[in-house]
T-cell receptor, first 118, second 111 residues
Framework: DTGVSQNPRHKITKRGQNVTFRCDPI?????LYWYRQTLGQGPEFLTY????????KSRLLSDRFSAERPKGSFSTLEIQRTEQGDSAMYLC????????????????FGPGTRLTVT | GQQLNQSPQSMFIQEGEDVSMNCTSS?????WLWYKQDPGEGPVLLIA?????ELTSNGRLTAQFGITRKDSFLNISASIPSDVGIYFC???????????FGTGTRLKVLA
């Protein structure tokens, strides 16, 4: 179990460019989440997947944002036509059912991708 | 986006002191999680709570699921310098699997 990994760790881009981030969840975790965190705030929910199905999206996720989890393993988050307001830490988390507890809601986070839009 | 109220927002304490913080909401929650986050890193899960009134410990950390299901508490005993960081609560409600996070409590420990 290597934990949740995210790539890249840092991304600097110019306004108007597209960016894509990758998240690799803990092996066999069936749920994967994306959050956005700005300075001084807690993580804000963006979207989550159960296996390959995207089950819920926040209103924060504008039409410039798209997330995929094509094979139910890793996920990508793409931001098109980036704006300066998109500058933030993008966090990925994963969770799974625990056979001893039944459903479990424990989420484990990756290190995040810091996006800076200039 | 929606965030839970955490109190206090920040605190300075002396090494060896006990720390208490809480998280409140107007909604009823099914699960509470407590995290610690260091600068530039992702949050690290400390404690998970699943039942109203539940009291769970992890080393020097103890957390409680409020009886009303609208709040949760985290205590740190005998604080040490490495306890410095931001502590977040996160609550899950209804039949959704998503979490709402608190605004964070920033802890600074004076040696």
């Amino acid at each position: 179990d290597t934990g949740v990994s995210q790539n890249p760790r840092h991304k600097i881009t110019k306004r108007g460019q597209n960016v894509t981030f990758r998240c690799d969840p803990i092996s066999e975790h069936n749920r994967l989440y994306w959050y956005r965190q700005t300075l001084g705030q807690g993580p804000e929910f963006l979207t989550y997947f159960q296996n390959e199905a995207q089950l819920e999206k926040s209103r924060l996720l504008s039409d410039r944002f798209s997330a995929e989890r094509p094979k139910g393993s890793f996920s990508t988050l793409e931001i098109q036509r980036t704006e300066q307001g998109d500058s933030a830490m993008y966090l990925c988390a994963s969770s799974s059912n625990d056979p001893d507890r039944g459903l479990t809601y424990e989420q484990y986070f990756g290190p995040g991708t810091r996006l800076t839009v200039t | 986006g929606q965030q839970l109220n955490q109190s206090p927002q920040s605190m300075f304490i002396q090494e060896g002191e006990d720390v208490s913080m809480n998280c409140t909401s107007s909604s009823i929650f099914n699960t509470w999680l407590w995290y610690k986050q260091d600068p530039g890193e992702g949050p690290v899960l400390l404690i998970a709570l699943y039942k109203a009134g539940e009291l769970t410990s992890n080393g020097r950390l103890t957390a409680q699921f409020g009886i009303t299901r609208k709040d949760s508490f985290l205590n740190i005993s005998a604080s040490i310098p490495s306890d410095v960081g931001i502590y977040f609560c996160a609550g899950q409600y209804g039949r959704t699997y998503k979490y709402i996070f608190g605004t964070g409590t920033r802890l600074k420990v004076l040696a």
